[in-house]
């Protein structure tokens, strides 16, 4: 089991390492460590304190002084933890112990020793930074050396149970180490050994706690205290008493003070740890009763406490009237006066208690330190006595510099400059401080305000953007805080903020100017307007600028037109009795400085004439079919059209249409089509009459029949007799067969027609319709047509191909005509594609 303690002590190990040596150096040691060994053994990172306690008994009989200690450590120390502290000097002589990280060579043997500590005497040597030349401590007999190291055990996953935390002890005199040549060499001397094992444990109680609570306090929970959140059981004084479970509530008042251990187990390493608590419960404090003393500034020391009253209890704490710690007693002359607070903290659930001693101190007469202002005449009247330096009581008397008595109040803008002697007097005490004044003259600033400033304006003076009564020898400075000059280039000044003030620290009045500065503004009149008619029409103003402007609008006939307040976007209206060109002559914004407004083209209005529309002519359609009417129109378009039908009486609206355009009309009975109105489709006043008619027939549909067939060669084409009967002069007519159809436009009655017959098939009459017409087809009778088409043997295609390495050759040919099944030499072809087997030539 390792037993980890928290409170550093050292217990004395009697007679555990305790030595009588029968050498001459050494007579005898004893070795002191905090925490104790359990069972021979540490436990690993552990801190413990280790010291070495050396007693002298006859060292110098034989010219044997002590000189070094050179410790060697176990391997289951953390060497690069080692705290090393020496002992002090018991010779007396000057010199000191100090631990020495580096060999040490002695210059009277040459030996080279080990790191140790070592004896830094200013006898016998010349080096101060090497011991290694000088004499040992020559100490009284009986007086003892404590050797000590604060030494910190490997961490567990370090942790072997092969490791030892021995540490193994020489001595030696300054002969063996130092550089005494008369001294014996310490032949009996013997090393302490102080053994110890390393028990690698992974248990972890937490550290160990000291806790205090008040007497009629709360419960508290002593596991929220902990360090650690592992499981473990608690005991009060031993672990040989009962168990208390494995959280400990402690009710103060009730429960017993005392330490109680908190014990957490390692069973893979048959190990605990035990982390130690301390509980005392206590009253509270009485810190008195507060209260108040006059001290004269030149007074002796007082003890504030005594002011406090019977009840106060020592071992309370100070702090001064700034709330800094503070001791007794109170010292006049070193001390503030005021209030001087003595409290105790709260403990557990026992308040804080606090008295308060208020010190006045009785103050010697003080007329402050001589002084010297520059008042600014800007200012108001002010106190003479704040502006000394120093603490000056009030109270005193002024004088100006002629001897005469004056206020205490001093008005830069018409008091005169010059020195003031301020005098006080304080029963037998008496003081006196001079006070140079200077005043420095302040200017009217003026009045700011806020502009925008075109780019294109020349040099601006910024005096001239004041109002008021503005006067010259101030300072301007820009946006940035730099000085600059009264003339600013709008072309490359910064926006912001400009001020003018006088340079005064006391007066803080300045003239603002919030200057803007803007690209010059781009406006124009835009959107050109075209109507048939005198009268009114509007225009946009168009601006770069989201700013209101004020424009006169000039036409091509010298009129001007005034707007105000107009923004991007508006419409203006204007009345022409002719086309002519609106443009902007002036433009201004109000509050803008210097801008000479750049304006565009202007816009353009247009007086058209009226459009004009007239419908000519007549045709003949089917039943059912449309008609295109194409009016001739002229004006500006597009064009709307109000066309009337004679045969319903009913007029309607056309779509928009150009000059090329028509309008479709679905006439189901003769009829005449004319035109009553026609308007410029984008200004519905802007309209005329039309004019004309157009002519509309119903016709029947037409009768078509063909007549043909017979015998025909291969390759050449069939014909037919085209008979129609219908009220039209040409037809396009459509023949078919099951290979396909062919189109033949322009037909008149009786003609005779031509078309490819490749094949014996049937030729039939499928579509006839009036040339140009849709939607009017005729009634076919007698349309079909037998052709008997002879074979033609080798027509075209025929193709040769040769292999001239192998002189091997095939021939192919189309064959057309016929029945479209063909043998050649008796043998079948497939399709009407002959290819001959490969021949040779000739």
């Given at each position: 089991?390792?037993?980890?303690?928290?409170?550093?002590?050292?217990?004395?190990?009697?007679?555990?390492?305790?030595?009588?040596?029968?050498?001459?150096?050494?007579?005898?040691?004893?070795?002191?460590?905090?925490?104790?060994?359990?069972?021979?053994?540490?436990?690993?990172?552990?801190?413990?304190?280790?010291?070495?306690?050396?007693t002298h008994e006859d060292w110098q009989g034989g010219n044997h002084y002590l000189h070094s200690?050179?410790?060697?450590?176990?391997?289951?120390?953390?060497?690069?933890?080692?705290?090393?502290?020496?002992?002090?000097?018991?010779?007396?002589?000057?010199?000191?112990?100090?631990?020495?990280?580096?060999?040490?060579?002695?210059?009277?043997?040459?030996?080279?020793?080990?790191?140790?500590?070592?004896?830094?005497?200013?006898?016998?040597?010349?080096?101060?930074?090497?011991?290694?030349?000088?004499?040992?401590?020559?100490?009284?007999?009986?007086?003892?050396?404590?050797?000590?190291?604060?030494?910190?055990?490997?961490?567990?996953?370090?942790?072997?149970?092969?490791?030892?935390?021995?540490?193994?002890?020489?001595?030696?005199?300054?002969?063996?180490?130092?550089?005494?040549?008369?001294?014996?060499?310490?032949?009996?001397?013997?090393?302490?050994?102080?053994?110890?094992?390393?028990?690698?444990?992974?248990?972890?109680?937490?550290?160990?706690?000291?806790l205090s609570f008040c007497t009629d306090g709360p419960e508290e929970s002593i596991n929220e205290?902990?360090?650690?959140?592992?499981?473990?059981?608690?005991?009060?004084?031993?672990?040989?008493?009962?168990?208390?479970?494995?959280?400990?509530?402690?009710?103060?008042?009730?429960?017993?003070?005392?330490?109680?251990?908190?014990?957490?187990?390692?069973?893979?390493?048959?190990?605990?740890?035990?982390?130690?608590?301390?509980?005392?419960?206590?009253?509270?404090?009485?810190?008195?009763?507060?209260?108040?003393?006059?001290?004269?500034?030149?007074?002796?020391?007082?003890?504030?406490?005594?002011?406090?009253?019977?009840?106060?209890?020592?071992?309370?704490?100070?702090?001064?009237?700034?709330?800094?710690?503070?001791?007794?007693?109170?010292?006049?002359?070193?001390?503030?006066?005021?209030?001087?607070?003595?409290?105790?903290?709260?403990?557990?659930?026992?308040?804080?208690?606090?008295?308060?001693?208020?010190?006045?101190?009785?103050?010697?007469?003080?007329?402050?330190?001589?002084?010297?202002?520059?008042?600014?005449?800007?200012?108001?009247?002010?106190?003479?006595?704040?502006?000394?330096?120093?603490?000056?009581?009030?109270?005193?008397?002024?004088?100006?510099?002629?001897?005469?008595?004056?206020?205490?109040?001093?008005?830069?803008?018409?008091?005169?400059?010059?020195?003031?002697?301020?005098?006080?007097?304080?029963?037998?005490?008496?003081?006196?401080?001079?006070?140079?004044?200077?005043?420095?003259?302040?200017?009217?600033?003026?009045?700011?305000?806020?502009?925008?400033?075109?780019?294109?304006?020349?040099?601006?003076?910024?005096?001239?953007?004041?109002?008021?009564?503005?006067?010259?020898?101030?300072?301007?400075?820009?946006?940035?805080?730099?000085?600059?000059?009264?003339?600013?280039?709008?072309?490359?000044?910064?926006?912001?903020?400009?001020?003018?003030?006088?340079?005064?620290?006391?007066?803080?009045?300045?003239?603002?100017?919030?200057?803007?500065?803007?690209?010059?503004?781009?406006?124009?009149?835009?959107?050109?307007?075209?109507?048939?008619?005198?009268?009114?029409?509007?225009?946009?103003?168009?601006?770069?600028?989201?700013?209101?402007?004020?424009?006169?609008?000039?036409?091509?006939?010298?009129?001007?037109?005034?707007?105000?307040?107009?923004?991007?976007?508006?419409?203006?209206?204007?009345?022409?009795?002719?086309?002519?060109?609106?443009?902007?002559?002036?433009?201004?914004?109000?509050?803008?400085?210097?801008?000479?407004?750049?304006?565009?083209?202007?816009?353009?209005?247009?007086?058209?004439?009226?459009?004009?529309?007239?419908?000519?002519?007549?045709?003949?359609?089917?039943?059912?079919?449309?008609?295109?009417?194409?009016?001739?129109?002229?004006?500006?378009?597009?064009?709307?059209?109000?066309?009337?039908?004679?045969?319903?009486?009913?007029?309607?609206?056309?779509?928009?249409?150009?000059?090329?355009?028509?309008?479709?009309?679905?006439?189901?009975?003769?009829?005449?089509?004319?035109?009553?109105?026609?308007?410029?489709?984008?200004?519905?006043?802007?309209?005329?009459?039309?004019?004309?008619?157009?002519?509309?027939?119903i016709g029947s549909a037409p009768t078509a029949s063909i007549s043909g067939g017979g015998l025909?060669?291969?390759?050449?084409?069939?014909?037919?007799?085209?008979?129609?009967?219908?009220?039209?002069?040409?037809?396009?007519?459509?023949?078919?067969?099951?290979?396909?159809?062919?189109?033949?436009?322009?037909?008149?009655?009786?003609?005779?027609?031509?078309?490819?017959?490749?094949?014996?098939?049937?030729?039939?009459?499928?579509?006839?319709?009036?040339?140009?017409?849709?939607?009017?087809?005729?009634?076919?009778?007698?349309?079909?047509?037998?052709?008997?088409?002879?074979?033609?043997?080798?027509?075209?295609?025929?193709?040769?191909?040769?292999?001239?390495?192998?002189?091997?050759?095939?021939?192919?040919?189309?064959?057309?005509?016929?029945?479209?099944?063909?043998?050649?030499?008796?043998?079948?072809?497939?399709?009407?594609?002959?290819?001959?087997?490969?021949?040779?030539?000739?």
């Amino acid at each position: 089991m390792v037993l980890k303690l928290w409170k550093t002590y050292f217990a004395l190990l009697s007679l555990l390492c305790s030595h009588f040596l029968s050498g001459q150096c050494l007579e005898s040691y004893s070795w002191e460590f905090s925490p104790q060994q359990v069972d021979g053994a540490w436990g690993n990172e552990e801190v413990v304190n280790v010291c070495l306690i050396l007693t002298h008994e006859d060292w110098q009989g034989g010219n044997h002084y002590l000189h070094s200690i050179i410790p060697e450590f176990g391997t289951g120390w953390d060497l690069g933890s080692i705290e090393y502290i020496p002992p002090l000097s018991c010779s007396n002589d000057g010199g000191y112990w100090a631990w020495y990280d580096n060999p040490i060579t002695s210059e009277a043997s040459g030996v080279i020793n080990g790191p140790g500590f070592y004896y830094e005497s200013p006898l016998g040597g010349t080096d101060p930074d090497n011991p290694g030349d000088n004499f040992g401590d020559r100490c009284p007999i009986g007086l003892q050396l404590e050797f000590c190291f604060q030494l910190t055990t490997l961490s567990y996953d370090e942790c072997t149970d092969d490791l030892d935390l021995d540490i193994s002890i020489n001595t030696l005199s300054d002969d063996e180490s130092g550089g005494a040549f008369l001294s014996a060499i310490c032949q009996d001397d013997e090393e302490p050994i102080l053994t110890a094992d390393i028990n690698c444990c992974n248990a972890n109680a937490g550290e160990d706690l000291e806790l205090s609570f008040c007497t009629d306090g709360p419960e508290e929970s002593i596991n929220e205290y902990l360090s650690t959140n592992n499981s473990g059981l608690w005991y009060y004084q031993s672990l040989d008493n009962p168990a208390l479970g494995d959280f400990l509530t402690f009710s103060p008042g009730n429960d017993p003070d005392g330490t109680y251990l908190f014990v957490v187990s390692d069973e893979l390493n048959e190990c605990n740890d035990i982390a130690f608590v301390s509980i005392d419960t206590q009253d509270g404090y009485e810190a008195g009763v507060s209260g108040s003393t006059v001290i004269c500034e030149n007074g002796s020391i007082v003890y504030l406490f005594d002011i406090l009253g019977s009840n106060a209890e020592s071992g309370g704490e100070w702090t001064d009237p700034n709330g800094i710690p503070w001791n007794e007693p109170f010292s006049p002359s070193n001390d503030i006066a005021g209030e001087y607070t003595y409290s105790f903290p709260s403990t557990g659930s026992c308040p804080a208690d606090e008295a308060i001693v208020d010190v006045i101190l009785l103050m010697n007469a003080d007329a402050g330190e001589n002084s010297s202002h520059t008042l600014c005449s800007c200012e108001g009247a002010l106190s003479l006595l704040s502006l000394l330096d120093g603490t000056p009581q009030s109270g005193g008397i002024w004088s100006d510099q002629e001897g005469n008595t004056v206020p205490g109040q001093f008005d830069p803008s018409s008091d005169l400059p010059g020195q003031y002697t301020y005098t006080i007097q304080n029963e037998n005490c008496a003081d006196a401080a001079t006070l140079d004044i200077e005043i420095q003259y302040v200017g009217d600033v003026g009045n700011g305000g806020e502009f925008t400033i075109c780019e294109s304006s020349s040099t601006i003076d910024l005096f001239d953007l004041l109002s008021g009564d503005a006067e010259q020898g101030g300072v301007w400075t820009s946006p940035n805080g730099t000085p600059i000059s009264s003339l600013l280039d709008p072309t490359s000044a910064e926006n912001g903020t400009y001020t003018y003030s006088f340079d005064c620290d006391a007066c803080s009045s300045q003239s603002i100017l919030e200057l803007t500065f803007v690209p010059v503004p781009f406006v124009d009149i835009v959107g050109n307007v075209y109507q048939c008619t005198q009268g009114s029409f509007e225009l946009t103003f168009s601006a770069s600028s989201s700013e209101l402007f004020d424009i006169i609008v000039i036409d091509g006939n010298g009129n001007e037109f005034t707007f105000s307040s107009v923004i991007n976007g508006q419409s203006l209206e204007f009345v022409t009795e002719s086309s002519t060109t609106y443009s902007i002559y002036q433009a201004e914004i109000e509050g803008f400085i210097g801008c000479d407004i750049n304006t565009g083209p202007g816009a353009i209005i247009n007086i058209a004439s009226p459009p004009s529309a007239s419908l000519v002519g007549a045709a003949t359609i089917c039943p059912g079919q449309s008609l295109d009417l194409l009016p001739i129109l002229s004006g500006n378009g597009p064009f709307l059209l109000e066309v009337f039908s004679s045969a319903s009486g009913v007029s309607f609206i056309s779509d928009p249409i150009s000059e090329d355009e028509g309008v479709t009309v679905f006439p189901t009975i003769d009829t005449e089509y004319s035109i009553l109105q026609v308007w410029d489709s984008s200004d519905s006043v802007c309209t005329s009459s039309g004019n004309g008619l157009f002519d509309v027939n119903i016709g029947s549909a037409p009768t078509a029949s063909i007549s043909g067939g017979g015998l025909i060669c291969g390759g050449g084409n069939g014909t037919g007799q085209f008979t129609v009967d219908g009220e039209w002069d040409i037809y396009d007519i459509t023949i078919e067969a099951s290979f396909g159809e062919f189109s033949i436009e322009g037909v008149a009655n009786g003609e005779i027609v031509e078309f490819p017959a490749p094949n014996s098939l049937t030729y039939c009459l499928s579509e006839v319709s009036p040339s140009g017409s849709t939607g009017c087809n005729a009634i076919l009778t007698d349309t079909c047509m037998e052709f008997q088409v002879l074979p033609n043997l080798i027509t075209y295609s025929l193709n040769v191909e040769c292999d001239l390495s192998s002189q091997l050759g095939t021939i192919s040919f189309t064959i057309q005509g016929g029945s479209g099944n063909y043998f050649v030499d008796g043998d079948p072809v497939d399709g009407n594609v002959f290819t001959s087997a490969e021949v040779s030539n000739g």
